[in-house]
Nanobody, 121 residues
Framework: QVQLEESGGGLVQPGDSLTLSCKSY????????MGWFRQTPGKEREFLAA????????WYEQAVKGRFTISREIAKNIGFLQMNRLKPEDTAVYYC??????????????WGQGTQVTVSS
């Protein structure tokens, strides 16, 4: 049963931009947050960014701050991750999740199944 679904991944070249979308099929309450994470084979899942739904307060991982921007369309329960100046090191499966917020993976309870982003020349 799908509750969150990511879309927008694909193959891009270094320096390109890409925007990922996350559709929640459940209502996202104002006090909850949506976060974006990524994972590569053999590595732990990495926090990227999160936004508190109603207030718009954000958290960013320092490694992507300035290149990645998180946003959302509140009424449609859709979140976005805009990624600029992509690098080969950004290649990963990207996941969205909802939960209580912050940068800790354990604060998020509902997860999508991921979308592949590959950055290669």
């Amino acid at each position: 049963q799908v509750q969150l679904e990511e879309s927008g991944g694909g193959l891009v070249q270094p320096g390109d931009s890409l925007t990922l979308s996350c559709k929640s099929y459940l209502h996202v309450s104002g006090s909850d947050a949506m976060g974006w994470f990524r994972q590569t084979p053999g590595k732990e899942r990495e926090f990227l960014a999160a936004v508190r739904w109603a207030s718009g307060d954000t958290w960013y991982e320092q490694a992507v701050k300035g290149r990645f921007t998180i946003s959302r369309e509140i009424a449609k329960n859709i979140g976005f991750l805009q990624m600029n100046r992509l690098k080969p090191e950004d290649t990963a499966v990207y996941y969205c999740a909802t939960g209580s917020g912050g940068s800790t993976i354990w604060n998020y309870g509902l997860w999508g199944q991921g979308t592949q982003v590959t950055v290669s020349s």
